[in-house]
């Protein structure tokens, strides 16, 4: 997430100082890089969403579009025009359907409660449009990511980001 360092007001309008990132959205970022990088990227998100989300925000706007790829490697989401508090379990009230309907949950698109989970299906989406080719095992994390009801999903963002860890490419390459 992009650090607020300051609001204020001036001559009836509202300003914000924020962090300057300097470099490109996740979605120029992804369009240059091999697989491997996309996915460590996605994994940084998976962070920014799990801090998000233990602070009871959900995002519910997040694409490729609302993630900067800063010139230090740092991914930071931004955008958090939309989000709203999660109160309890239950998740935020419905209502308006904001959000970028490629990306939105079907609950989303219904006006239904938003959770976590929300942000996890579209954050799924991201990912699976990033990569050229997605691998069995990744298809497979990101099915269960995408799946139609909030609690077919992981748990939290934090259990996602888990299960993105255990590439078996990886495992092989660091026992060899």
């Known amino acids: 997430m992009v650090p607020v360092f300051d609001v204020g007001a001036l001559e009836d309008r509202v300003y914000l100082v924020m962090e300057l990132i300097r470099g490109q959205s996740l979605r120029a970022f992804a369009a240059t890089q091999p697989p491997r990088q996309i996915l460590a990227a996605y994994r940084q998100c998976c962070e920014g969403l799990t ?44 209502g308006a359907r904001g959000g970028t309907p490629r990306y939105m949950a079907p609950e989303q698109q219904r006006g239904e409660s938003l959770t976590a989970a929300t942000d996890q299906y579209a954050f799924a989406v991201s990912l699976r449009e990033a990569l050229p080719e997605v691998p069995v095992w990744l298809s497979r994390v990101l099915a269960r990511a995408e799946a139609p009801r909030p609690q077919e999903r992981y748990a939290s963002m934090r259990e996602l980001g888990a299960a993105l860890a255990l590439d078996p490419r990886a495992r092989w390459r660091r026992r060899a």
């Not at 801090?51 to 706007?61: K, S, T």
């Not at 993630?67 to 989000?83: E, K, N, P, S, T």
């Open 51 to 94: 801090a998000a989300h233990e602070a009871r925000l959900v995002h519910r706007d997040f694409k490729p579009d609302n993630a900067v790829m800063g010139a230090d490697g740092r991914v930071r989401i931004i955008d958090f025009g939309l989000a709203v508090e999660s109160l309890d379990e239950h998740g935020a009230p419905g």
